[in-house]
């Protein structure tokens, strides 16, 4: 298959014409059109582009109805980046040449031409016409990877509001790790499908390392800090004053004295829900806490965490 761009020769002498017509046909070019005034050139430029070509003009210097500038003008108008060689006996020095040169002649020919020359300037057009085409290939494949990042995005805050009831931007943009204006873009366009409700600002615990909402709450042992612990009962014997958990009062004795307890309230009482570190055996009616970051890892107390406010949503049709 050729691809061989059409070719408008424009020249009024019909020799020329033909030794130029020749010299493309030896380059494989078919599609050559040949006119002999400028106004036919218009014209016939004008039909090719609104075939979505993009012609190669040799443009002579000296046309019978119309100057080169006038053509040369004209087909810029109809198609900005045309290529119009321009076939000059004229120095390249003389002002009007360089007035042309100036307009946006893409390349200049010397009359007489010399075939190798033609095939230079030819050449140069092809190649920077696949250089051309492959930059656009490669912006295409930019857009449509930008366009797959997008659909990964939002397949993300789907599964991301799946999965919640209720939450708030900041939320959505620590999970995603990243902000951007197509996250709310696209929670608006939620909105107007009625998937989504705003429900209004929304303050949260922040790292008061690096301002993430992603935080998860750590329970601990107040004194030794390990975080192994479990929820038990403890009875006190009001004897001894031992305290230990109800299992360790095997058959109603208390592991420390020895002695039967019987009466609640007059050998012992019940302490209901303390926590028993498995660590270290200590036993607290409360229990340390703390504030991860999942972001950066930072542990930091309530009372210095930052608070983030930020819009709310419920997710009422995902
Ligand atoms: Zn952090
Ligand atoms: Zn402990
Ligand atoms: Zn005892």
């Excluded at 036919?40 to 090719?48: G, Y």
């Excluded at 006996?89 to 307009?103: N, Q, S, V």
């Excluded at 009482?269 to 009616?285: G, L, S, T």
Aim: charged letters at 30%; aromatic letters at 8%; a negative charge.
């Amino acid at each position: 298959m050729s691809t061989k761009e059409d070719v408008l020769i424009v020249e009024d002498s019909p020799a020329i014409g033909m030794l130029l017509k020749s010299y493309l046909e030896k380059l494989d070019y078919t599609k050559i059109h040949t006119c002999d005034t400028g106004s036919v050139a218009i014209k016939t430029f004008n039909d090719l582009v609104s075939e979505n070509k993009q012609p190669i003009v040799l443009l002579d210097y000296m046309l019978p109805d119309m100057d080169a500038r006038s053509v040369l003008t004209q087909m810029l108008e109809i198609q900005p980046n045309a290529r119009v060689i321009l076939e000059t006996a004229t120095e390249k020095e003389d002002e009007g040449i360089k007035e042309l040169i100036r307009l946006g002649v893409y390349q200049y020919l010397e009359k007489p031409i010399r075939f190798e020359k033609l095939k230079e300037t030819i050449e140069t057009i092809e190649k920077e016409q696949s250089f051309f085409a492959k930059e656009s290939e490669q912006v295409e494949m930019l857009k449509e990877a930008e366009q797959q990042a997008e659909e990964k995005l939002f397949e993300q805050i789907n599964f991301i509001l799946k999965s919640a009831n209720q939450i708030t931007l900041n939320k959505i943009i620590g999970i995603l790790g990243f902000s951007d204006d197509s996250i709310s873009d696209y929670l608006q366009k939620l909105q107007q499908e009625g998937k989504i409700i705003e429900l209004g600002e929304k303050k949260e615990l922040a790292c008061n390392q690096c301002d993430s909402v992603r935080t998860s709450q750590i329970f601990y042992c107040p004194s030794c800090k390990s975080t192994n612990f479990r929820l038990g009962k403890l009875i006190e014997c009001y004897d001894c004053g031992n305290i230990s958990e109800e299992s360790t009062y095997e058959n109603d004795v208390c592991p420390s004295c020895k002695k039967e307890i019987k009466a609640l309230g007059v050998d012992y009482r019940v302490m209901q829900n303390h926590y028993i570190c498995n660590e270290c055996k200590d036993f607290f009616p409360e229990i340390s806490t703390e504030y991860m970051c999942l972001k950066c890892e930072h542990k930091f107390k309530l009372e210095d965490a930052h608070w983030r406010s930020s819009v709310n949503y419920k997710v009422t049709n995902m």
